[in-house]
Every structure is written in C-alpha cells, then in structure tokens.
T-cell receptor, first 117, second 109 residues
Framework: EAGVAQSPRYKIIEKRQSVAFWCNPISGHATLYWYQQILGQGPKLLIQFQNNGVVDDSQLPKDRFSAERLKGVDSTLKIQPAKLEDSAVYLCASSLDRTRRATDTQYFGPGTRLTVL | AQRVTQPEKLLSVFKGAPVELKCNYSYSGSPELFWYVQYSRQRLQLLLRHISRESIKGFTADLNKGETSFHLKKPFAQEEDSAMYYC???????????FGTGTQLKVEL
C-alpha cells in the first residue's frame, strides 16, 4: 500500500513569510498527526486529528500555526508568519484507529524540511 | 509532565558486539513504551512496543517500572543496524507520543 505522502519535501523562506505543508495519509486511516522535529531533538506532536476533528492541539503555537483536515483525508499545516525558530522538519503521520492498540501504529511520511532565513 | 531521556547521542560499536541503547522515562501513570527507528534516507518507523514483548530484527526491550527504563538490546550488532533510534512514551487515552532526543547507532566493521 502507498505510504503517507507529504509535499513539498524542502522549503526555504524568509522570516515573516507564510508557508503551507500538505499531507495525504494512508487510505482509510482515521487519525492524522503533525509533528515538528527541530535538529537534534525528537519529534514533537503539534496536532492530532480524528477524521476531521481536532483531538489534541495543546502544543500547537496557535498564534502562528494552523492546521485543517476538512474532509477527513488530506491535511494542511500553515505557518503565518514564520520565525527563525520554526526551522525544522515537519512530519505527518497517520494511523488506522488511535483508540485501539491493534490499529494505532503510526506510519510516518518523509517530512518537509523548512528553513527560515 | 511526561519526559523521555536518551542519554547517548551517539553509540559506536563493532560488528558482532552487544548493543544497549538506553531509555528512561518519567510519567506518573501507566506507561506504554515504544522504540522507533530511522534508517538512512528512510522514514521513521516503529521497531517494537513493550506490550508485544517480541523480538524484532534481533532487538528486544523490557519495561522496568522500578527503574523507569526501557533499554533496547541486541546481542550481536550487524552493520544494517546502523540508524537513528528513538524511544517514545504513549500517555493518556489517546495516541499521543512523547519522543526522546534519539541515539545514533553506528556499527563498525
């Protein structure tokens, strides 16, 4: 089966600009996750969707970050305006059903590497 | 608050030597621990989870609640084991994972 798809793979912008990332999860996966991975650190969960509803966005900097999953499939993550400290790899992951251990394995996409100058 | 600590950024061993990647966690509730691996130019993927109590690619990990540890072990390292390894803690009723900072394992010939 096809894996999680993300685009773009790389993005370079200047601070105060806006940027958007796109994620297409594995077909049929109800749960979608966005992570931020700063160089030298592990992934940090930004937001978790169950279908098109937000389950957890406690670590999302809501003053500049937003995310949506309107039809319960694809998702976009936006940063507006970007800051230097937003430079990181943004990972998208999906799982079949987050509520059951048998189906909660998270499958990760290749990530988008963002550089803010 | 939950926390995962991986004290070693880099671990270098010779092929055939035993490997132990350390992971300690801090969590007041009942933890679920995982090891994720990222091979060069590949995606982050699940290696194993403590509730499965299985060996994957020769790796095992035992949850020690007394020491709050979940170390990853393999008796004989192989060159293909070279990768970045992340320990992760699942908390609460959802599927939120807290990751450690990772350990780069390098297996030398």
């Amino acid at each position: 089966e096809a894996g999680v798809a993300q685009s773009p793979r790389y993005k370079i912008i200047e601070k105060r600009q806006s940027v958007a990332f796109w994620c297409n999860p594995i077909s049929g996966h109800a749960t979608l996750y966005w992570y931020q991975q700063i160089l030298g650190q592990g992934p940090k969960l930004l937001i978790q969707f169950q279908n098109n509803g937000v389950v957890d966005d406690s670590q999302l900097p809501k003053d500049r970050f937003s995310a949506e999953r309107l039809k319960g499939v694809d998702s976009t993550l936006k940063i507006q305006p970007a800051k230097l400290e937003d430079s990181a790899v943004y990972l998208c992951a999906s799982s079949l059903d987050r509520t059951r251990r048998a189906t909660d394995t998270q499958y990760f996409g290749p990530g988008t590497r963002l550089t803010v100058l | 608050a939950q926390r995962v600590t991986q004290p070693e950024k880099l671990l270098s061993v010779f092929k055939g030597a035993p490997v132990e990647l350390k992971c300690n966690y801090s969590y007041s509730g009942s933890p679920e621990l995982f090891w994720y691996v990222q091979y060069s130019r590949q995606r982050l993927q699940l290696l194993l989870r403590h509730i499965s109590r299985e060996s994957i690619k020769g790796f095992t990990a035992d949850l020690n609640k007394g020491e709050t540890s979940f170390h990853l072990k393999k008796p004989f390292a192989q060159e293909e084991d070279s990768a970045m390894y992340y320990c992760a803690l699942r908390t609460g009723g959802g599927n939120k994972l807290t990751f450690g900072t990772g350990t780069q394992l390098k297996v030398e010939l």
